[in-house]
Nanobody
């Protein structure tokens, strides 16, 4: 499966961004898709995960600020990011695990700075 992430950019602290990840196959057939991020000098971390049943889970640092969702008709998952903080600055990646194999999209840069 191919994944295409988009929507990153530069935003001031407290602002919002919405990321999209378009998949080349039906996301309803992918049990879990995830959003990860990697800041300079840090390991890639899981930010949010969404199941094909719509359940979600988040890392503590983004709970209440980020929302993951999916649109089966568009084969796209989203990450709505509100109340952004400088520490959210990172390259964000979407991921799909299909039959035990990880598939990654190209990252999209999110920079939170005044």
């Amino acid at each position: 499966v191919q994944l295409q992430a988009s929507g990153g950019g530069l935003v001031q602290p407290g602002g919002s961004l919405s990321l999209s990840c378009a998949a080349s196959k039906s996301i309803s057939s992918i049990p879990f898709m995830g959003w990860y991020r990697q800041a300079p000098g840090r390991q890639r971390e899981l930010v949010a995960i969404i199941s094909n049943l719509g359940s979600t889970n988040y890392v503590d640092s983004v709970k209440g600020r980020f929302t993951a969702s999916g649109d089966n008709a568009k084969n796209t998952v989203y990450l709505q990011m509100n109340s952004l903080k400088p520490e959210d600055t990172a390259v964000y990646y979407c991921n799909a695990n299909v039959s035990g194999r990880d598939h990654w999209g190209r990252g999209t840069q999110v920079t939170v700075s005044s």
